[in-house]
């Protein structure tokens, strides 16, 4: 396997793209690795945004599924934040690893998904997100980082400089998940 066959495709959350700190972050801890970057960006997140929760996933998953269909698993990475994790349900039927980035773990197509993947993924949120949830996330994966007192978005209480902190045990997890478990020296 060369570096160069890896890839790593990120699925945005529905605010900042794949460019907000959580995502950019895991994603150039795969390139670090020798990933290329296939970087999403949703596709009217307006008509998204209106749709009815059970159709969501769907509209996600169709969007995500072409930029991974086909790939090596072996190789090939998926990272996803809040509404990306919807893209559960396309690393289950790829049999992707991935990095879940404060998963939507009260919407049943990410849980349904989740479930059904036999490749290992990264579970990361924080307590304090209304969309966590600490047992389930437990039960599902091995790999879990939980923030005590983090939101959604990865914030915790004080000042920016405890939340940047954050970010940096984030990316440390995901680099130890990519080192130990997923592309392995």
Known sequence: MTPSSRSVTTAPGGE???YAPLPMFATDAAIARGAEPNLLWWQDLDTLRA????EIGAHIAAQIAPHVAGRDPANTLLVGK???TSGATVAADNNLPAVWLTPLLTHQWVIDGLRRSTAPFLLVGGTADPFWDSALAHELSPHVLEIANADHGMY???RLAAS???LGQVATAVEDFLDQVVWPA
């Open 156 to 158: 915790v209480p004080g």
């Open 164 to 166: 940047t902190a954050v």
């Open 16 to 18: 900042g793209g794949p």
């Open 51 to 54: 749709l009815p929760a059970d």
């Open 82 to 84: 809040s509404l990306g």
